[in-house]
């Protein structure tokens, strides 16, 4: 069964602070990874979309990161900000099933003055 | 560009009631989703379209909901009757069809069923 484990389920740090989110996959064949950010109360929004032979990709103070072989992916978080206040959610696509997506279940993170 | 529009943006219906979602996509996109999220919890789908057709409703509870994308734009998903345990909140969703393409959200219909 296709599976996305995030952790850690929530984290609250300092404005300034950077942070390490993490994602384990059990998604087979495997066609690409996306992290998405949600605010409370509105619809996910796409920060990166990696393909097998991406290992890293950016978008702004966020970067993601792709270990194919151990099914691994983090998004760091540089110098936090109270916008960044959001659950953040990693998705795998998998190939020959229509593309279908695997949600995982977020990190709630906070960012505290 | 316009993003993915959803109406309404609260519900609240007496359980056994019927209740219609509408979306909007982002033009030219062809392929529409429809999730439902619980409190907590990613995303689950619902329905896939392309098009006008749909490719994936083996999660859509054919009992009681029904969804329905008329001429490949617009969308509406219908629970009829409604359940406690619909309370939820329906994402539409909408990307182009390359298997690379991001999946552009609308910001929800929040639905409580008393």
């Known amino acids: 069964k296709n599976q996305v484990e995030q952790s850690p389920q929530s984290l609250i740090i300092l404005e300034g602070k950077n942070c390490t989110l993490q994602c384990n996959y059990t998604v087979s064949p495997f066609s690409n990874l996306r992290w998405y950010k949600q605010d409370t109360g509105r619809g996910p929004v796409s920060l990166t979309i990696m393909t097998f032979s991406e290992n890293t990709k950016s978008n702004g103070r966020y970067t993601a990161t792709l270990d194919a072989d151990t099914k691994q992916s983090s998004l760091h978080i540089t110098a936090s900000q109270l916008s960044d206040s959001a659950s953040y959610i990693c998705v795998v696509s998998a190939r020959r099933q229509g593309n279908k997506l695997t949600f995982g279940t977020g990190t709630q993170l906070k960012v505290e003055l | 560009e316009a993003g993915v529009v959803q109406s309404p943006r609260y519900k609240i219906i007496e359980k056994k009631q019927p209740v219609a979602f509408w979306c909007n996509p982002i033009?030219?996109?062809?392929?529409l989703y429809w999730y439902l999220q619980n409190l907590g919890q990613g995303p689950e789908l619902l329905i896939r379209y392309e098009n006008e057709e749909a490719v994936d409703d083996s999660q859509l509870p054919k009992d009681r909901f029904s969804a329905e994308r008329l001429k490949g734009v617009d969308s509406t998903l219908k629970i009829q009757p409604a359940e406690l345990g619909d309370s939820a909140v329906y994402l539409c969703?909408?990307?182009?069809?390359?298997?690379?393409?991001?999946?552009?959200f609308g910001n929800g219909t929040r639905l409580t069923v008393t």
């Open positions: 033009s030219g996109h062809n392929t």
């Open positions: 969703a909408s990307s182009l069809s390359s298997y690379n393409s991001p999946l552009h």
